[in-house]
């Protein structure tokens, strides 16, 4: 869920803001590195404001990986014929609890299970554990190419020009002016009252996402009862 505004929109607000908009104080390099910092931070409270789509190849067996650019699972969609983004969609995936599927078939692991657990080429249910937020496990494993659309929160790239992308949501856009401005009245901390307003500025940035273990927790994917999807 990459933005549409670039860089120097955010930046030029917070330059009038700290009445700096020659650069004489904050040069363009440390200003491209707290946005960077800022679309970070709020990718790691706010795991949506990243949030993309793709179709990727599982790999043999029940243990999978997000894409490498990845920062934590969002969901798990349906099955798909393939990784280009015209395939076709195939079965529902349902999200379950590991201990529902162990108490069924212990053995589901293993790439010789037989009957619902025999590994294939359509998944049924996917388990995650948001302390191993990249990971996740399918069930059936998969034996042959399968292929899922999956949704996850994506790592923002750095920010290193006034025309590069901010790379959250534009709705975050506020949220990116107060931490940028909370960063650099840290370098003024010891004069001027520095320290007050990049406090005042970080809490606007909270106050402004909503953060707290209770919003990432709401991010996570949910479970539903396990049932046969065929």
Do not use: C
Not at 2 to 12: C, F, K, V, Y
Not at 111 to 129: C, L, S
Not at 199 to 221: I, V
Request: charged share 20%.
């Amino acid at each position: 869920m990459a933005g549409t505004l670039q860089a120097q929109h955010i930046l030029s607000r917070v330059r009038n803001t700290l009445q700096d908009n020659t650069g004489v104080r904050w040069t363009d390099g440390e200003l491209f590195d707290y946005l960077s910092d800022a679309q970070r931070e709020i990718a790691n409270f706010r795991p949506d404001s990243t949030a993309t789509h793709a179709n990727v190849l599982l790999a043999t067996g029940t243990e999978q990986t997000i894409p490498s650019d990845g920062l934590r699972l969002l969901n798990i969609v349906r099955n798909m014929s393939g990784t280009a983004s015209d395939a076709t969609g195939g079965k529902a995936i349902r999200r379950t609890e590991f201990e529902a599927i162990n108490s069924v078939d212990p053995d589901w692991h293993d790439p010789t299970a037989t009957g619902d657990a025999a590994h294939g080429t359509v998944v049924k249910h996917f388990m995650f554990d948001p302390r191993d937020p990249r990971k996740f496990y399918v069930y059936p494993g998969v034996s042959g190419s399968a292929y899922i659309e999956v949704v996850y929160s994506k790592n923002p790239t750095s920010i290193g020009s006034n025309t590069d992308l901010i790379q959250v949501d534009d709705i975050f856009a506020n949220a990116l002016m107060d931490f940028v401005t909370y960063k650099a009245y840290l370098k003024d901390a010891e004069a001027g009252g520095g320290l007050q307003k990049a406090t005042a500025y970080f809490n606007a940035f909270q106050m402004s996402l909503g953060t707290g273990f209770a919003q990432q927790e709401s991010n996570a994917p949910q479970a539903g009862a396990m049932r046969n999807n065929g």
